[in-house]
């Protein structure tokens, strides 16, 4: 339907000029935010996602990608020293990606690890208990193959942070060749509404084969 629709309004418009790029961008639009994005609702509420766990889940995949963002912020700010790919981000650093994947990773361990630091909260906070427990539910549980629920919360960190980055350096692609500094004016401090989004954009499709093909904690 969109690649109908899209062949519609191109047609209708009556000028052939620039319609590779044009239905191009259109079409990448869709895919962009309409299919990358639709892992998230997969995750989120997925035919074999419990509603809870789920909505668990994707916080859980924003969170560890975010951290990623973090780290990779104050690691390059702090000892930044060679460049990435300045041609695409200047900003960016190869120390930033390493602090961005440690910083996935510790996350992604976290949240494997607090089950075990459940019971010792029971006395002092019951209600956090139950609240972590609900959120690490699904995440943290011990499947038939064998794999620490910690060392698979590392993997898990790992890559997510490679995979949002990706989307980040993607974005910025974006950015240069339209000549802007901001991919929009709602968040224009933190670059625009798109820096906030690409790396998770990235992440949901690699979490969700993770959480669902290889893990099956779902």
């Known amino acids: 339907m969109t690649l109908l629709?899209?062949?519609?309004?191109t047609v209708l418009r009556r000028d052939p000029q620039g319609t590779i790029r044009d239905a191009g961008a259109t079409l990448?639009?869709?895919?962009?935010?309409?299919?990358l994005g639709g892992?998230?609702?997969?995750?989120r509420c997925g035919v074999d996602v419990p509603e809870q766990e789920g909505a668990w889940l994707l916080l859980i995949v924003l969170l560890v990608t975010k951290a990623s963002d973090i780290g990779a912020y104050f690691t390059g700010?702090?000892?930044g020293r060679h460049k990435l790919i300045p041609s695409i981000s200047p900003g960016k650093s190869v120390e930033g990606v390493i602090g961005g994947i440690i910083g996935s990773a510790a996350v992604g361990a976290l949240f494997?690890?607090?089950?075990?630091?459940l019971?010792?909260?029971?006395?002092t906070n019951p209600a956090w208990r139950t609240l972590l427990h609900d959120l690490t539910l699904s995440f943290s549980r011990?499947?038939?193959d064998g794999i620490d629920p910690i060392i698979r919360g590392v993997l898990f960190?790992?890559?997510?942070?490679?995979?949002?980055?990706?989307?980040?350096l993607f974005e910025s692609c974006f950015k240069r060749d339209s000549g802007i500094k901001d991919s929009g004016r709602l968040l224009p401090q933190y670059g625009g509404i798109l820096d906030l989004v690409d790396s998770p954009m990235f992440a949901m499709p690699v979490a969700w084969f993770l959480l669902t093909v290889v893990w099956g904690v779902v």
């Open 28 to 35: 990448l639009t869709v895919l962009y935010l309409g299919f």
């Open 119 to 123: 019971p010792a909260m029971q006395a």
């Open 112 to 117: 494997a690890a607090l089950p075990s630091w």
């Open 157 to 168: 960190g790992v890559a997510l942070s490679i995979a949002g980055q990706i989307g980040d």
């Open 77 to 79: 700010k702090a000892i």
């Open 39 to 43: 892992f998230g609702i997969q995750m």
């Open 142 to 144: 011990q499947q038939a």
């Open 5 to 9: 629709g899209t062949g519609v309004l």
